[in-house]
């Protein structure tokens, strides 16, 4: 059924529900007989000279097929002492990091991918997957992007946190997660449907023909995600994850970017900015040194940058000694779950399964060379078809990267992590594969 325009300033419930009534070709009389009201009192609902019930706004939003439209005109209209909510316009986007660097390639990419899924795409929704490593700046660059356009989305912004990878034990429900979109968009709590189903119609309802972007932060699979995509073409919806959620691509048609650590340079130019240490004078060879042993990681190089900042090395060549005699103890000891490299890894380690945990264990960490399906079925001691699934398994969480087909190497920083895990001596994969080409 055609959608009555919630964006008006006034919600008027009385003035929504004659219109949805007339819309059907109910008269006042049979809908009161539907609602069990009388007619009179229905009259002055509808002229505004009486307030609805709550059951009574959601009776008539089922009978008239309102999809929650009648609900949310209640709720707006402040009846029973609920705070008034404006049901036009939310902005809730935590703010940019500061010192953001470099990523112009990446942001293009962003922008022309959304132009051209604009031309593409007839009745759905805009939708872009920024997946990558753990600590590599996909919630950062999607942040950018969506202040850099926030004057685009003139109907508001939506920003949740699904915490796919985090301390939180389980990812965010996706019941939790509409109804938080359903309050910013000015429900009230007590109008908010039950079930899920209920309540991805009035979301999508609410959101319909309106130009919004949703930024669905730290997603843990596609099926939490579905549930939040609005059907709409007005509206572009960023999703980042640690895992690959190829589902969305395929059968949702989301385009895909994902994000690889900083360049060289533009680590290095993050350490210069994000210290409060005039880096100038320092040897730009010893730049190099630091942010390598980040492996160009942003967390890790901010990391870095802090230590540096409070002044207990007396030169970049002191810290790169410390930092080379423990290199995760460094990037994990600001007192600081979220500011630890060690921390945010194992979030991606505890989610794996148990036999791709030990995978990982064991082949990353003396991944400095690459790996065939064949040398990780010789390593884990498993079939080849084994070994392949769990290859594929931690290349889906990004915690291996593919060099060409059926190779993969591991960052050195998670390698350096599996070591810490593992009780594989040292140089044995070398042995074991007898794989020959250094990866940098
Ligand atoms: N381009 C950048 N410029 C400056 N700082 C950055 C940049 N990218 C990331 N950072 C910083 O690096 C840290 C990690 O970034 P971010 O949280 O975006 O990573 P993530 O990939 O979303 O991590 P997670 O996998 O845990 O979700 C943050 O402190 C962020 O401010
Ligand atoms: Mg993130």
Redesign the pocket.
């Known amino acids: 059924m055609q959608q009555v325009d919630s964006r008006t300033e006034e919600v008027h419930f009385g003035g929504k529900l004659r219109l949805y009534r007339t819309k059907l070709g109910l008269s006042l009389g049979e809908l009161a007989k539907l609602v069990h009201y009388s007619k009179g009192y229905l009259s002055r609902i509808e002229t505004g000279e009486k307030n609805a019930s709550k059951g009574l706004a959601v009776r008539c939003d089922e009978i008239l097929q309102a999809e929650g439209e009648l609900i949310l005109a209640y709720s707006a209209s402040g009846v029973g002492r609920r705070p008034r909510k404006k049901a036009t316009s939310p902005i809730q986007l935590p703010p940019t990091?500061?010192?953001?660097?470099?990523?112009q390639r990446e942001l293009s990419h962003v922008d022309l991918d959304v132009q051209k899924q604009c031309a593409d795409r007839a009745g759905t929704a805009r939708i872009m997957v920024i997946d990558?490593?753990?600590?590599?700046?996909?919630?950062?660059?999607a942040?950018?992007w969506a202040h850099r356009h926030a004057a685009e989305f003139t109907d508001g912004i939506l920003f949740q946190d699904l915490h796919g990878?985090?301390p939180e034990k389980e990812p965010l429900g996706t019941h939790d997660a509409l109804a938080g979109f359903l309050h910013l968009l000015g429900v009230a709590p007590d109008a908010v449907p039950v079930t899920v189903r209920e309540r991805a119609a009035m979301y999508r309802n609410l959101v319909s023909r309106r130009r919004m972007l949703m930024v669905l932060?730290?997603a843990a699979t596609a099926d939490q995600v579905r549930s939040l995509l609005p059907d709409t073409p007005d509206c572009t919806v960023l999703v980042?994850s640690?895992n690959r959620l190829g589902g969305l691509v395929a059968r949702d048609g989301a385009s895909r970017l994902t994000?690889e650590p900083?360049s060289p340079d533009?680590a290095a130019t993050?350490l210069r900015?994000?210290s409060t240490r005039d880096l100038r004078d320092e040897n730009p060879e010893a730049l190099r040194h630091v942010v390598r042993l980040c492996g160009h990681l942003?967390?890790a190089?901010?990391i870095a940058a802090e230590h540096y900042s409070t002044g207990q090395y007396s030169s970049l060549a002191e810290m790169i000694t410390v930092m080379e005699s423990n290199l995760l103890e460094f990037l994990s000891c600001l007192h600081d779950p979220a500011?630890s490299v060690r921390t945010?890894f194992s979030?991606?380690y505890q989610a794996l399964d148990e036999g791709v945990a030990h995978a990982f264990q064991v082949m990353c960490a003396h991944l400095h060379k690459e790996i065939t399906p064949r040398d990780a079925a010789r390593l884990l001691g498993v079939p080849a078809g084994v070994a392949t699934q769990r290859l594929d398994a931690l290349y889906q969480a990004n915690l291996l990267v593919p060099t060409e087909p059926g190779r993969y190497r591991c960052n050195s920083l998670l390698a350096a992590y599996a070591g810490e895990l593992s009780d594989v001596p040292a140089g044995s994969l070398s042995c074991i594969c007898g794989c020959n080409r250094e990866v940098s």
């Not at 990091?97 to 990523?103: D, K, S």
């Not at 990558?132 to 660059?141: E, Q, S, W």
């Open positions: 990091a500061r010192h953001f660097t470099g990523r990558g490593a753990p600590g590599v700046g996909k919630t950062t660059l942040l950018q990878h985090g932060d730290n980042t640690r994000l900083l533009e993050l900015h994000a942003p967390l190089v901010r500011s945010a979030w991606s």
